[in-house]
């Protein structure tokens, strides 16, 4: 089936598209109450013009770039919607992680994509940021023998990305590389014929894609060849597509294709990991383990990449714990693993107060009075059982303060 693309630019009124196999963009202006725009799209990416350090155009530039660069580069994928919107021409929007929460829940988008250009006596700076509107698929969930829940979220669901240095060259070229997505050719490299451009509010199909190149077709008949991707050529943009290829690989598992995300976020350690702090490349790391979880391969290495990246944070523990239940020959016969487990669990309780590590630690604690691992042989059966549901009820006790303390 041929995938619909619209381009249209949009401030009041909407787009409804309901194609599972629609892949679909859309410019429009940021609004906090505005309409959500492509109802009907089920995956959806929201591109928020950047904040520039004056009055010039970079950042809607280089949203639009970011916006098609998506859109010619997305797969695995059905259904699929990119959102780009513009700062308001009289008064811009602040873009504070609670406009960006409301902004991305109002369009019903998994991602928001936004950043902001800034400069010193020498140098202008490009940081982008990611915030994955929260989603069950991120997290894990599961139960030992049948009664003992385990649970998993993510560490953080906003991406700090590393800055890039840009020349000011660069930065006046932005436009034109625009443009460049947006002009026609006859055959899919730049010594093509131009025979057209892609106006505002063409409608065109997708044919085939031949590397950074689409063939579409338009309502009259005619094909032709855009270049959607245009990043990988501009060598000092390149590291920008860090955000396109972590944007596909979070939104391929959310759509479910595990095989698709794990190559994705594989493909973004490996290519712009070492760039990126020990929160991205943790998170990376997290997913990439539930990807491949959730297509029925072991995700310990993965997770325990992700625990030494934050050795004090509670969600990479939480998710081992889960990995280890499911794979219980690592744990349920191995006391030095099992005890091992306990201390980080214990580590991430006393680090964060974390509920999750409360209920995880009752939980192992449970499953270890019928499995009789942590036990090392230094206390008799009826020892250790004691010992360990005097554990459970001091968790309960640290779970009501923790929620007390809360409000909850």
Same mark, same amino acid.
């Given at each position: 089936?041929?995938?619909?693309?619209?381009?249209?630019?949009?401030?009041?009124?909407?787009?409804?598209?309901?194609?599972?196999?629609?892949?679909?963009?859309?410019?429009?202006?940021?609004?906090?109450?505005?309409?959500?725009?492509?109802?009907?799209?089920?995956?959806?990416?929201?591109?928020?013009?950047?904040?520039?350090?004056?009055?010039?155009?970079?950042?809607?530039?280089?949203?639009?770039?970011?916006?098609?660069?998506?859109?010619?580069?997305?797969?695995?994928?059905?259904?699929?919607?990119?959102?780009?919107?513009?700062?308001?021409?009289?008064?811009?929007?602040?873009?504070?992680?609670?406009?960006?929460?409301?902004?991305?829940?109002?369009?019903?988008?998994?991602?928001?994509?936004?950043?902001?250009?800034? !400069?010193?006596?020498?140098?202008?700076? @490009?940081?982008?940021?990611? %915030?994955?509107?929260? #989603? /069950?698929?991120? &997290?894990?969930?599961?139960?030992?023998?049948?009664?003992?829940?385990?649970?998993?979220?993510?560490?953080?669901?906003?991406?700090?990305?590393?800055?890039?240095?840009?020349?000011?060259?660069?930065?006046?070229?932005?436009?034109?590389?625009?443009?460049?997505?947006?002009?026609?050719?006859?055959?899919?490299?730049?010594?093509?014929?131009?025979?057209?451009?892609?106006?505002?509010?063409?409608?065109?199909?997708?044919?085939?894609?031949?590397?950074?190149?689409?063939?579409?077709?338009?309502?009259?008949?005619?094909?032709?060849?855009?270049?959607?991707?245009?990043?990988?050529?501009?060598?000092?943009?390149?590291?920008?597509?860090?955000?396109?290829?972590? !944007?596909?690989?979070?939104?391929?598992? @959310?759509?479910?294709?595990? %095989?698709?995300?794990? #190559? /994705?976020?594989? &493909?973004?350690?490996?290519?712009?990991?070492?760039?990126?702090?020990?929160?991205?490349?943790?998170?990376?790391?997290?997913?990439?383990?539930?990807?491949?979880?959730?297509?029925?391969?072991?995700?310990?290495?993965?997770?325990?990449?992700?625990?030494?990246?934050?050795?004090?944070h509670a969600s990479p523990i939480n998710y081992l714990a889960i990995a280890y239940l499911l794979e219980p020959e690592d744990i349920f016969y191995d006391v030095v693993k099992a005890q091992e487990l306990e201390r980080r669990l214990i580590?991430?309780?006393?680090?964060?107060?974390?509920?999750?590590?409360?209920?995880?630690?009752?939980?192992?604690?449970?499953?270890?009075?019928?499995?009789?691992?942590?036990?090392?042989?230094?206390?008799?059966?009826?020892?250790?059982?004691? %010992?360990?549901?005097?554990?459970?009820?001091?968790?309960?006790?640290?779970?009501?303060?923790?929620?007390?303390?809360?409000?909850?």
């Open positions: 089936m041929k995938k619909l693309v619209v381009i249209r630019r949009l401030v009041l009124g909407c787009l409804c598209l309901t194609s599972f196999d629609t892949v679909a963009g859309i410019r429009g202006v940021i609004q906090l109450d505005g309409p959500a725009l492509l109802p009907g799209v089920k995956h959806k990416i929201v591109v928020l013009e950047y904040d520039n350090p004056g009055s010039g155009t970079w950042g809607k530039d280089i949203s639009q770039i970011l916006a098609h660069e998506v859109l010619g580069t997305v797969s695995g994928i059905s259904g699929v919607g990119i959102i780009n919107l513009e700062q308001p021409e009289y008064k811009r929007v602040d873009l504070s992680s609670e406009n960006i929460q409301q902004i991305g829940t109002k369009q019903e988008a998994s991602i928001v994509i936004w950043g902001e250009f800034y !400069s010193d006596s020498v140098n202008v700076f @490009l940081h982008s940021r990611l %915030r994955v509107i929260p #989603q /069950s698929e991120l &997290s894990l969930s599961a139960s030992g023998l049948g009664a003992y829940p385990m649970n998993a979220t993510p560490p953080t669901f906003q991406i700090d990305f590393a800055p890039i240095t840009v020349s000011i060259e660069t930065l006046n070229n932005l436009s034109s590389y625009f443009n460049q997505t947006t002009t026609i050719k006859d055959a899919p490299h730049g010594n093509g014929k131009t025979i057209g451009t892609l106006p505002v509010g063409a409608a065109y199909y997708l044919l085939q894609k031949e590397g950074e190149w689409t063939r579409i077709q338009v309502r009259n008949g005619s094909t032709g060849w855009v270049r959607l991707s245009t990043l990988g050529a501009q060598k000092e943009l390149k590291e920008v597509q860090s955000v396109v290829t972590l !944007s596909q690989g979070i939104l391929q598992l @959310l759509a479910g294709n595990f %095989r698709a995300s794990e #190559q /994705s976020l594989k &493909s973004y350690l490996d290519l712009f990991g070492n760039n990126q702090d020990n929160m991205n490349r943790s998170f990376a790391y997290l997913l990439l383990g539930t990807a491949k979880l959730r297509n029925y391969e072991n995700p310990l290495t993965e997770f325990e990449k992700a625990a030494n990246l934050l050795p004090n580590l991430g309780i006393k680090s964060q107060n974390n509920l999750e590590s409360i209920q995880n630690l009752q939980s192992f604690y449970s499953i270890a009075l019928y499995r009789g691992m942590l036990n090392d042989g230094s206390l008799s059966h009826e020892e250790f059982t004691a %010992r360990l549901h005097q554990r459970i009820s001091l968790l309960n006790e640290i779970k009501e303060k923790v929620n007390e303390s809360r409000g909850y």
